[in-house]
């Protein structure tokens, strides 16, 4: 072997090794936020795994200067854990889901999700929008939910590490083509996950399209604030005078009926026990609460949606957003079927879901706030979890 050839060896030995320290490593430190003028917080990110399809996917890693942890992945912009202080400063997960992507591949009720095309219900999965009828999957008793078969919970976004001021943010891309799903326009989506210096994870989105089409889109974390146990001794408070009963396969009935005197009125605190089994037609439809209130604050400003007080850990944890409604859902089609991170066998009412939105099934309620989204226009929300403790 002459000296060049053992050069050329070394060269593309040492080429392999660096190939396979990136591939393998851990925390792979590139796109440090903090690296970057003016931003704060950090961002890591590592392999985590590859689709049914092999795509590889990542997972980031979110943290701000206060400890606060969120790691995300660019598979449906899943939030695979959240980390935030209890009132002793110990931090802990307050989201379900699994260990590993394998897990999500299989079979997920949603964990963590951005959720999309259409957020929630759409009766008989058909809705006409300028004189044409459009017919999506039923994967949902006889509706559609949450975007159908394919949302976009189960795709892979383009990511991109920004630099903030506000904290490390990833940017989420993704391209919905015209008539995925069957829903109508080459829909473009931008979702910026941000973990804010006051513990807040903010969701901003954006789309544009180039056809009328109806867009809601939402996130579907399932909290437990305590990291254990049920959900019925989270108290919960919920700024809204009203509600939109159902039917009994969960569509909107088109009424939006007052809280007063229901189990449903969430305007003082109330512990998510104190009230769930109550012989009430509403919650035996929802086997709990799984119903959208109509928000009090004017439509399009960001504003406190609600507040959760979980008394054992301290952890608070407000909703805000800009969209009109709130779906709280109390876990119930939770059954001891899935072991999650950790080992934790989920049971029914572990957790509870907190997803601003427009109300379900609104391209079939003329009286409800429109979700039709225009060429030219452009789609917005910002929603945030924002934590904090309470002695
Ligand atoms: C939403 C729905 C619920 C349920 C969950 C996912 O919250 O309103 O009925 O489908 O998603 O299991």
């Known amino acids: 072997m002459t000296i060049q050839h053992s050069y050329q060896c070394l060269v593309l030995l040492s080429a392999l090794c660096a190939a396979c320290l990136m591939g393998c ?52 912009g899943l939030v695979i854990s959240l980390k935030v202080p209890d009132r002793n400063g110990k931090f802990g997960d307050v989201v379900l889901g699994y260990d590993m992507l394998d897990g999500y591949l299989k079979s997920s009720p949603y964990f963590g999700a951005i959720i999309g095309r259409y957020g929630n219900r759409i009766a008989k999965g058909k809705f006409t929008l300028n004189g044409k009828e459009y017919t999506l999957a039923i994967n949902n008793g006889p509706n559609a939910l949450h975007g159908g078969i394919k949302g976009f919970d189960k795709v892979v976004w383009t990511p991109k590490i920004l630099a903030t001021p506000d904290g490390p943010a990833l940017e989420l891309r993704y391209l919905s083509k015209d008539a995925e799903e069957g829903f109508p326009g080459n829909l473009s989506v931008i979702a910026v996950y941000t973990l804010t210096e006051d513990n807040g994870l903010k969701l901003d989105y954006t789309a544009t399209t180039d056809k009328d089409t109806v867009v809601n889109l939402t996130q579907h974390s399932y909290f437990n604030l305590a990291g254990k146990g049920d959900n019925l001794h989270h108290e919960v408070m919920i700024k809204a005078d009203k509600f939109t009963p159902v039917d009994s396969t969960l569509i909107p009935t088109g009424e939006l009926r007052p809280v007063e005197g229901t189990p449903f009125d969430f305007r003082k605190s109330t512990a998510i026990g104190a009230r769930i089994n109550q012989d009430d037609e509403q919650l035996k439809f929802g086997k709990g609460y799984d119903h959208n209130w109509v928000i009090n604050k004017p439509a399009g400003k960001l504003g406190i949606m609600a507040r959760v007080y979980e008394p054992t850990s301290g952890r608070v944890l407000e909703v805000l957003s800009t969209e009109p409604g709130l779906q709280f859902y109390t876990g119930n089609f939770l059954d001891g079927t899935i072991t999650g991170k950790g080992g934790w066998v989920y049971q029914f009412r572990n957790a509870f879901c907190m997803e601003p939105q427009h109300y379900p099934d609104s391209p079939n309620h003329p009286n409800f706030p429109s979700v039709v989204l225009k060429p030219g226009q452009v789609y917005k929300h910002t929603l945030i979890y924002r934590f904090s403790v309470q002695p």
Do not use: S
């Open 25 to 76: 490593a851990t925390d792979n430190p590139a796109g440090t936020a903090a690296d970057l003028p003016g931003a704060r917080g950090q961002i890591t990110r590592r392999a985590f795994g590859k689709t049914k399809e092999g795509t590889p996917v990542d997972l980031f890693t979110l943290r701000n200067t206060k400890g606060a942890e969120a790691r995300i992945c660019n598979y449906g």
